[in-house]
């Protein structure tokens, strides 16, 4: 579709970040080579250009971090007060905010979502998680009213988190850790791990005490030390099913603590009262926010029948409208995907979408030669059976149902292995009601969606995993 003008380019400048072409292991407060002295490459995904070598830390650097991770917590973290700890806690957050840029300019070449997202959401998102949390650690005696005895932490926690909000999975694993008296390992995903070694810079700059917080990089073998290490206390894990049954098995019949936020299939429901743009909006911003890489994107759309052409008609005109392309532009809305692996699960996953017979349809726009990207794409005449309606696209792919009644909409929502998220477009408040009342889902929206509060709790049911994070309902996943 012809667009009334054209956006001039304007990049955001990256001098702002300094990336080094090498990383150690941020293990003891200070970074150390890896003892095998193995290391592995991180690309930006929008250019593949290599960005550094990163430390690939293997079981023997791993142990060296929970042991870091274990004197810290004896000798100072549990000692401390829960007030000294919040200071610690209010000078990363404050940090966080003064390098802001910083953190959101690496982000955006590290991952290769749109600096607007890296800086308006992610950046500020991680730092609230540390103001939030930094308010809890000395008023934890009043978080969780009815438990037994003094709120006492768990140890070490092994954390494991994903490539799609680096700096912010980063923030939701520590903050509530650190604030209940935790120390941690941190393990960020190998193809993401510059933020999180940013993060360690700043604990270093907030003079965290060593040891408190630990960054090992590596891939799944690394992940696989951290969570079996036996002097793990807990383990918090983000990312993939598959990987979260492997490590409900790994821990199953030992002492640790686990919790795991797994994958989504969440559903807009758009009734035919809705405000329509509105719910477009949102459609729109659930499934291309970051790419469609989110755990609760709303990748299915369940649109009532009488209201479906319409909403199609208004859903294609915005999607023409979304500016795909380099992730520093400032105007960008669709950045790259984050490696060739995911394009690679995206194209064969939409590959299967015209095989089963469902329509596809993407609006005309030029993709970067370099990269890895992928057009904002919807598919219509999907049926629940399609491989497209059931499993994880985790891109930017929509999926188009639509219903006739309330309840046949519900079904159709819950008719998923996962239970993470779902959208609900009413103008009427009983319908949103009733309705959120019968999915089966952690997070229900109503007129909105993709909204992230640290105060409000977040995680799934089902093959979306257990566990919450975020609120005090966080807190209670890292006490005794
Ligand atoms: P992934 O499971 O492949 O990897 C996640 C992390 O686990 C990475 O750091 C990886 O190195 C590590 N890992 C891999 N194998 C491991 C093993 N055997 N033991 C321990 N660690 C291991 O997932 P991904 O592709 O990086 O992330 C995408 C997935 O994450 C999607 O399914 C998405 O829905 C999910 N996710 C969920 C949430 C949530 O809160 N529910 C949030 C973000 C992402």
Request: hydrophobic share 40%; glycine share 10%; charged share 25%.
């Amino acid at each position: 579709m012809a667009q009334p003008f054209d956006y001039a380019p304007a990049p955001e400048s990256r001098s702002v970040v300094d990336i080094r072409s090498s990383y150690g292991l941020f293990i003891g407060g200070e970074f150390v080579d890896p003892v095998a002295g193995r290391s592995f490459k991180t690309l930006n995904p929008a250019t593949e250009e290599v960005l550094a070598e990163v430390s690939d830390a293997d079981d023997a650097d791993v142990d060296r971090a929970v042991g870091a991770a274990r004197r810290a917590f004896t000798r100072v973290w549990s000692r401390m007060s829960g007030r000294d700890r919040s200071k610690y806690l209010f000078r990363i957050a404050r940090v966080l905010q003064e390098r802001g840029r910083e953190l959101a300019v690496l982000e955006s070449i590290d991952n290769g979502k749109p600096i607007k997202e890296s800086r308006d959401v992610d950046v500020p998102l991680a730092a609230q998680w540390f103001f939030y949390y930094a308010g809890w650690a000395d008023k934890l005696d009043y978080a969780l009213p009815g438990r037994p005895g003094p709120p006492r932490p768990l140890g070490v926690a092994g954390q494991v988190i994903p490539w799609n909000f680096p700096l912010l999975m980063l923030a939701w694993k520590i903050a509530p850790a650190l604030a209940c008296g935790n120390t941690v390992v941190l393990k960020p995903a190998e193809t993401t791990p510059l933020t999180a070694l940013l993060f360690a810079e700043i604990c270093q700059q907030a003079d965290l005490p060593a040891g408190v917080v630990n960054i090992v990089t590596g891939a799944g073998a690394t992940g696989r030390a951290l969570v079996a290490h036996e002097d793990v206390d807990k383990v918090a894990f983000t990312g993939s099913t598959d990987v979260g049954k492997s490590i409900a098995r790994a821990v199953a019949g030992t002492r640790k603590k686990v919790t795991l936020e797994l994958g989504g299939k969440g559903a807009n429901i758009v009734f035919d009262d809705a405000p329509l743009d509105e719910a477009v909006e949102g459609v729109v911003n659930g499934i291309f926010f970051n790419q469609g890489q989110v755990c609760c994107a709303g990748s299915r759309l369940l649109v009532q029948e009488s209201v479906a052409d319409d909403v199609l008609d208004r859903l294609k005109h915005r999607m023409a409208t979304l500016r795909v392309g380099d992730p520093l532009d400032k105007n960008t809305d669709v950045g790259a995907i984050n490696s060739a692996e995911q394009l690679t699960r995206i194209r064969e996953l939409s590959a299967s979408g015209d095989s089963e017979g469902a329509e596809r349809w993407s609006p005309p726009c030029d993709l970067p030669a370099h990269g890895f990207w992928f057009p904002p794409t919807i598919f219509t005449g999907v049926s629940q059976a399609h491989r497209i309606a059931r499993e994880e696209i985790f891109g930017p792919v929509l999926s188009v149902l639509t219903f006739r009644t309330p309840g046949e909409a519900v079904d159709k929502a819950n008719n998923t292995p996962f239970g993470l998220s779902v959208g609900v477009w009413s103008d009427k408040g009983s319908r949103i009601m009733g309705a959120a009342g019968r999915l089966r889902a952690g997070v229900v929206w109503a007129n909105t969606f993709n909204r992230f509060d640290p105060g409000s709790p977040f995680g799934g049911y089902q093959e979306s995993g257990y566990g919450r994070e975020g609120g005090r309902h966080g807190l209670a996943a890292y006490l005794r």
